[in-house]
């Protein structure tokens, strides 16, 4: 179980590297390795609590042979006291099958105990990698998703000059340019107009002015 989650942490790399390769979707691959180490740890705690209730029984089966071991002690002293050599010598028989018992079940026991505390430092080593890849996950996810975002705007960019909108934007500005050329010619055709227009108007009213002034001096007596 436990070499089993380490093999996925390594797996966890690799195949990332290779969905990256075959243009897989690294977001769902991570969320599907994620879901797995998940139930890896589930998987650890069951086994982590099984093992802590057999300590536990073993420790109740150690407690009460030790107790009835200590139990046919009293007994054999009780029986040797009212004068009972046979009922003494049966006590302290089924003392030392109880005391045997007794030492068995605490070499279980301790072994128990100390396979647990493997077990719980094992599976707390599996939440702290589980945690720390659920880190990297998330940076994983932003960094995909960044580079399939610059991969779109890139490729939009790349395209840009090549296909028809461009070659019809180009054609756009040209049509822009000739309505401009026009604009000017018309210009100044209308230019060339108010000209000759403006010099006819300029000799009308000086041809007036002349006019106005030998009147005045034929008036005054000035011619």
Do not use: C, W
Request: proline share 0%; hydrophobic share 35%; aromatic share 4%.
């Amino acid at each position: 179980m436990f070499r089993f989650f380490k093999r996925m942490k390594t797996y966890v790399g690799s195949e990332l590297n290779a969905a990256l390769d075959k243009a897989e979707d690294p977001v769902k691959m991570l969320d599907q390795f994620m879901r797995e180490m998940s139930a890896d740890i589930r998987e650890a705690e069951t086994a982590v609590a099984k093992q802590l209730a057999n300590e536990k029984m073993l420790q109740k089966k150690y407690e009460d042979a030790s107790a009835m071991a200590e139990k046919r002690q009293s007994q054999a002293v009780e029986a040797l006291e009212a004068g009972n050599d046979d009922l003494a010598r049966r006590a302290l028989e089924d003392k030392q099958n109880h005391a045997k018992q007794a030492e068995t079940m605490k070499q279980a026991y301790e072994q128990a105990s100390s396979d647990v505390a493997v077990l719980r430092e094992k599976l707390a080593e599996m939440k702290r990698e589980y945690e720390e890849m659920e880190l990297k996950q998330d940076s994983l996810k932003a960094r995909a998703e960044s580079a399939k975002t610059r991969t779109k705007i890139n490729r939009s960019m790349s395209s840009v000059g090549g296909d028809e909108s461009r070659r019809g934007f180009d054609r756009m500005e040209e049509k822009v340019m000739r309505f401009e050329a026009e604009a000017d010619v018309s210009e100044e055709m209308r230019s060339d107009s108010r000209s000759i227009d403006d010099e006819l108007a300029s000799l009308k009213k000086t041809s007036e002015v002349d006019d106005e002034l030998a009147e005045l001096k034929r008036k005054l007596g000035k011619e």
